[in-house]
């Protein structure tokens, strides 16, 4: 089967995406290569979408998600491998190779590691890039989140809540974070924040024993939650030169990439906002343009 259009990604842009498509009457695939909600899923709180005062990003993911299965659009839980362009472009998967006249990339961005020796080996093993994931299983324990941002600040407080202590660790000297968050963060009595402040070495072989600081100060801590920003997971799209040297897709005012017939939205894409709010909507006006084009086309 040829489909319409493809979307590679199941957060924001790609559920945006996908519900124009389908209600537009395309013939529509949706590809995920771990849950419906992408990144939704590994954050704690969310404040700032629309219809949603108050909500967690696992509950706005399921609302996604629901969303999705009413419409009854097509989706394959399928880690994208590699993408082929032209005329019909072709999305191999692990196991399997899906066709489409056109394609949406919403892939999203991933955490980005600290780059410290033995980092990959200690993961789930007291490094956790996801604090709604992994906060319980340190219960009554001592931690750290390294950054200085909205995610790092909202996860510290989210983790206070739960552990005996936490130690922020931020490399500068003020923080970059919402004032309203960095107040509130301060007002927990079990929070210690280090400023001026870098990770330089991780204590343990087969699990975290603690951390040195600034190359002296060792903190013993069962895990160190990391929120240094993030970074574009797209891989599979080396081989199209569509991206920046980070990359980022670069895209044209309709989300077109430089591949014709190739789309991309959401966070996977270059732009200054990273916003579910935006992911959202560059999903649905990239949708609508392929849309325009498979109609124009019949």
Not at 6 to 34: D, M, Q
Not at 192 to 212: A, C, H, Q, R
Not at 255 to 281: F, M
């Amino acid at each position: 089967m040829i489909y319409d259009l493809i979307i590679v990604g199941l957060g924001p842009a790609g559920v945006g995406a996908a519900i124009y498509a389908k209600r537009s009457g395309l013939n529509v695939l949706c590809l995920e290569a771990e849950a419906p909600g992408g990144l939704l899923n590994k954050i704690n709180t969310v404040d700032n979408y629309l219809g949603f005062p108050h909500t967690t990003g696992p509950e706005l993911a399921v609302q996604l998600f629901q969303q999705i299965t009413k419409l009854e659009i097509p989706y394959k839980i399928k880690k994208v491998t590699e993408i082929e362009a032209g005329e019909i472009k072709k999305v191999h998967c692990d196991d399997e190779v899906f066709e489409a006249k056109y394609i949406i990339v919403a892939s999203g961005r991933k955490a980005r590691k600290l780059g410290l020796k033995n980092e990959a080996n200690l993961v789930n093993k007291g490094i956790s890039y996801c604090a709604i994931c992994d906060a319980a299983l340190y219960k009554g324990k001592d931690v750290a989140v390294v950054g200085g941002g909205n995610s790092a600040i909202e996860e510290a407080i989210y983790i206070a809540k739960l552990v005996n202590k936490v130690y922020l660790i931020h490399r500068r000297d003020e923080f970059r974070a919402d004032e309203k968050l960095v107040n509130d963060l301060k007002a927990l009595p079990n929070v210690e924040i280090l400023y001026n402040s870098n990770v330089t070495e991780l204590i343990g072989e087969d699990k975290l024993e603690g951390i040195i600081v600034n190359g002296d100060k060792k903190l013993d801590v069962a895990c160190l939650f990391t929120y240094v920003g993030y970074e574009p997971e797209g891989d599979f799209l080396s081989e199209l030169g569509i991206t920046d040297e980070k990359g980022y897709i670069i895209v044209d005012e309709n989300y077109q990439s430089k591949a014709d017939g190739i789309y991309a939205a959401g966070d996977a894409i270059l732009k200054k906002v990273y916003q579910i709010v935006t992911a959202a909507s560059e999903g649905a006006v990239a949708a609508l343009e392929v849309v325009r084009r498979v109609k124009n086309n019949k």
